[in-house]
């Protein structure tokens, strides 16, 4: 579950997962380390969750507006990896993973050393976003569209893709292991860490990349479906991670006025961006209509990488 107060700036994002627990937040627009709070996300449950009192503006402040942007992974049962029991990697892992939906929430103790770990998708993730839980530390992110497994990107913040072999061992992950260096963001001795780590399902998400031309009559970006929401960022140069959705913005142009508008690594009000974000979702994917040059979504020549979800998605109308 993410959370994010629309209404007022400065309120952080609220990450949970129940693999780690509700009141174990974490915010994507920090480097701080996770540690318990109350009355903020309490509990899971099979429809929905559970907010604490109105004692947290970040979650449930009297008269403020909030979005939460939610992924089902399996329920909250958790598979244990003994990589030394099952030989599926070097490293021991607790995986929840949703094959059906190409997600899966992984946690684990790194060892310093290079090694790899079982992250129970059964296909190769094209999106891995970690963090350190038990220190401050980059959320360092991998994309399949950045240069190579050597490139990172950090969700926290507005840096273009740089070049760090140890977070990744400069090694793409394959469709059972996560292969890791010997960083402290991803790796260090002894320090605890969790995964989101997706991959592409067919009429449902997509993970790429697109260039930008500066123009009203942008690129059109295919993904197979009417996004319902979408996270980009550009990967050449500094921008911001800004995220969309059909709930806050449900008409096209999607964005435009400030209207739906959220950063991943700013505690920005949705007012604070009135001109940036500014794109159609379409029904089988989305095109930019921004000539304003910012570089948020289409400046010309920039390369961009996104993830998007669908609204409904076309090959299972009837899906689970």
Partial sequence: VWIKNRS???NDHILTDSSRGGDLPLNSNGAYSESTQTNKLESFASDGFVLGQSVHSSVNANSNTYVAWNWKANG?????????????????????????????IITYTGTGSNGTIAHGLGAVPKMMIAKRRDSTSHWVVYHQDLTDASYWLALNLNNAQDVEATHWNSTAPTS????????????????????????DVEGYSKFGSFVGNNLLDGPFIYTGFRPAWILAKRSDS???????????????????????????NQTYAESSLSTYAIVDFLSNGFKMRSDMNYGYWNASGGTYIYMAFAEQPFKFSNAR
Avoid: C, H, M
Wanted: net charge negative; glycine share 14%; no cysteine.
């Fill in 8 to 10: 007022n700036a400065g």
């Fill in 76 to 104: 909250g049962t958790t598979t244990t990896n003994d990589a030394s029991s099952t030989g599926v990697g070097t490293i021991d892992s607790v995986y929840q993973a949703n094959t059906d939906a190409g997600f899966s």
């Fill in 176 to 199: 059972t292991l996560i292969n890791l260096g010997s960083n402290t963001n991803t790796n260090g001795s002894s320090a605890t860490y969790v995964i989101y780590a997706f991959t």
């Fill in 238 to 264: 500094t921008s911001d991670w800004f995220l969309l959705d059909n709930k806050r913005s449900p008409e096209n142009v999607v964005g435009g006025g400030g209207v739906g508008q959220l950063a991943a």
